[in-house]
């Protein structure tokens, strides 16, 4: 051991210490309280058993739950991607101060509570609210119909909710690209869509995709808005642990599902990290 | 024994040798150029001077005292910075100030030894600025005042004027010199600038993967190069291969110079002429440039191009396709044996 | 390049999208009705007035003030030391830790309500305001470690070298050198710990205790019984409170920018 390592070990020892003692073991704890057993008249038993595992993947309600937030989190994912590069791009070819001001404009609704702004969709999706009477008007629905406790609700609140990470993302990655190659393929004939598909995607791709896997993980675990706008009705992997938790009690299986969500985005993520790769390093190879 | 004393000094980074064998001693007052391209381990010499870096092996002394227990705060060695590393929340002033703190000098001398370094640099009015509020010169300056104000034993330059612009850099050059000759402080520069070390230093090292090639006055160093890498890295230079014959050195049949053994001969550029009469090395001029002062010339030999300069004084200079015959003085040239490798 | 009319109603489309709620939400507060609707003739504070004689959410925005304050402060003063370490010396583990501690950025919040529930109900701090701080710390502490670790690596390790020649020990260095350089770090570190902190709802509802609930958590909880223009008002101060930190914070980081400068090197 050299003084290098004496040094950095000392000073990253608080952190490390704190790290393991309010992250690693309460994590390690909710992982051994799923394997716990639960009845309602003795609370938790501390036995081992994987009884919680299998009632989750045996029972059709669980399994309708997981589809759903998967599927709402692919529909998220998907839509951010679809309006959200295309912002990015649009911002990027901005002029100042327009650039900083609209810049502000995307990051801005990140710092306001995720409460307050579905709140507001609450009131845009609900029965009386502004979209049911615009599709009315519009005579795509007959009466109002409330997107409230819909699935559509949700994917819209969440888009919402999500797409700044989306839009900040691919400005990332179109900020490194270099201006003069949409220049060049313009000389070269290019016509403006031949460019954003040829030139601009391609280099956009690695922020959408980072983008993309931010935006799917925190869909598929996002709470507050599935609970507002979904409510009890239309519930999700989240929403349904909470409700073990806070109003069934029954722990151990509320920590199942947990895990069980953990361990299905990770999946998810980590696939999707080597799918990238592989995809990418054949397109660099070609 | 010298001010500074380098001996066999060699730095390892596991298999990778980045200074190997270095023997150097720099007088008192003296300054001298570490010169090579990058990776050639000027920089880590320095580095090892001024106590960052731990040589593997041999031993620094300055003044006759072991440098290697010395923790590099208490070497009192003044450091100019390639990036200048002035801190930026310090006026300049404060800046300057800094090593004399350490030193815990009284206030007032402080003060007045500040305006001094500060007058010295010609920023005696630039005191309350922040270095971000200067031009890349001013901040050179200022570095370098903050490095000479402690009056350090040794001022260590690396790579000191290597981001400011051709017109600036020449100008500073000369003010360096004035600076330490008035000083008076031993000087060892880190350069890969050939033209920078020529013009400041008393003698000049030239470094090669890790390796001293020469250490020799600048002329010497230019005039006589030691090696064949010295040659190409100072200046430009055209080698020829020559056998030798009965009337002496014959390159591709046309006798140049005395001596006995196949060699190979090293001119510089402005060292070649254009003769009318006697021998010489026929050739053909394939382009000519114009470059103000001077023309540069490509001609085409037997034994490949050559390169030409001829100032511009007014002399006729043969233009491209013209046919001429090129000669030089033997003593301009320098001769590597054949089958030795420099 | 400049956008064509497409994108430009694109990105029109794109600012409602994302402004819509929000406004609504400020223009619903307004309503001089005793229900949910849009003001149109006459605009009323009558819903901000019965805010202030809410005593449950100035509680809970104390709260949410003082967990942030301090879940930040902490996390600052975590990440300076772990910063500086991974970002200027090498050592075995290195990279590792570093993704460790940005690992809760990984997790979803409703795990780590979960794992700090059983953790703190098996300690028996359930629903404690030290129990809630920990568990905003652990939340946060990605946010100012990226922010102080920006700041450390971004810094010219030849500034450090240039005060050790000029002869300033360790400790001097430290004092009069690197930390006057992140401070700008550990400033932005600390308000984007406190906006994260302030803004958690996920895993405080899992943590917090009714005398411990932060504002967040007190309008979900009410707008899970009801909806009404009460809420909306809540919701408007907060939209208020955050613009105005916005441009505090705007403000504070131009003047950080002047003071420090751009690194030329």
Known sequence: MNAQEHQGWLLVAPATLLFVGIVATPLAMTLLLSFNGWSSTQGIVPTLTVQNYAEILSDSFFAEIFLRTLRIALWVTLICVLIGAPEAYILRRMREPWRSSFILVVIGPLLVSVVARTLGWALLLGGNGLIPLALHRLGLTSSPVSLMFTETGVVIALVHVLVPFMVLSVWASLARMDPATERAAQSLGASQITIFLRIVLPQAMPGILSGGIIVFSLAASAFATPAIIGGRRLKVASTLAYDEFLNTLNWPLGAAIAVLLLVGIVAIVVGWNRFIERRYSQVFAS | ?342 | MRNGPLAVVFHAVFVVFLLAPMVLVCLVAFTPEGFLSIPTTRFSLRWFERVAQYPDFIAAFRTSLFVATAASLIAVLFAVPAALAIARYRFTGREALNAFFMAPLMIPHLVLGIAFLRFYSLLGISGTMAGLIIGHVVVVFPFAMRMVLAAATGMDKRIEDAATALGADRITTYRRIVIPLIIPGMASGFALAFIQSFDEVTMTVFIASATTTTLPVRMFTYIQDSIDPLICAVSALLILFTVLAMLVIDRFYGLQRLFIGEDKS
């Open chain 2, 1 to 342: 024994m010298p001010y500074l004393a380098l001996e066999n000094i060699r730095k390892a980074y596991g298999p990778a040798v980045a200074v190997d064998r270095l023997d150097l001693g720099v007088e008192k007052g003296e300054f001298i150029s570490l010169l090579g391209p990058s990776g050639c381990g000027k920089t880590t010499t320095l580095q090892m001077i001024a106590g960052f870096v731990e040589p593997t092996q041999g031993a620094i002394a300055l003044d006759g005292i072991d440098l290697s227990r010395l923790a590099p705060e208490k070497r009192g060695l003044g450091i100019v910075f390639q990036s200048y590393a002035l801190f930026p929340h310090m006026t300049v002033a404060a800046n300057v100030a800094f090593g004399l703190e350490m030193r815990r000098v009284g206030k007032a001398e402080i003060r007045q030894r500040v305006e001094q370094a500060l007058a010295m640099v010609g920023l005696a009015d630039k005191g309350g600025r922040y270095p971000r509020q200067m031009s890349g010169g001013q901040q050179q300056r200022v570095a370098l005042a903050r490095a000479l104000v402690i009056r350090p034993a040794i001022l260590l330059l690396d790579e000191p004027l290597s981001n400011l612009d051709a017109k600036l850099r020449e100008e500073m050059q000369l003010e360096l010199r004035q600076i330490q000759r008035q000083s008076g402080t031993t000087t060892v520069l880190v350069t890969h600038d050939q033209q920078e070390a020529l013009a400041l230093s008393d003698r000049i090292v030239v470094m090669n993967q890790g390796r001293v090639e020469q250490i020799g006055s600048p002329f010497d160093v230019y005039e006589r190069p030691g090696s064949a890498f010295v040659a190409t890295f100072l200046g430009r230079t055209n080698t020829f291969s020559a056998e030798p014959t009965s009337r002496g050195l014959a390159v591709a049949g046309h006798v140049m110079m005395p001596g006995e053994r196949p060699a190979t001969i090293s001119i510089r550029p402005e060292k070649v002429d254009f003769t009318t009469d006697g021998d010489g090395l026929p050739g053909r001029v394939l382009t000519r440039v114009f470059q103000g002062n001077h023309w540069l010339l490509h001609v085409e030999t037997p034994d490949g191009l050559c390169l030409v300069i001829r100032p511009n004084d007014g002399r006729p200079v043969p233009g491209e396709g013209e046919t001429v015959v090129l000669a030089f003085r033997a003593r301009d040239a320098s001769l590597s044996l054949a089958g030795s490798t420099p």
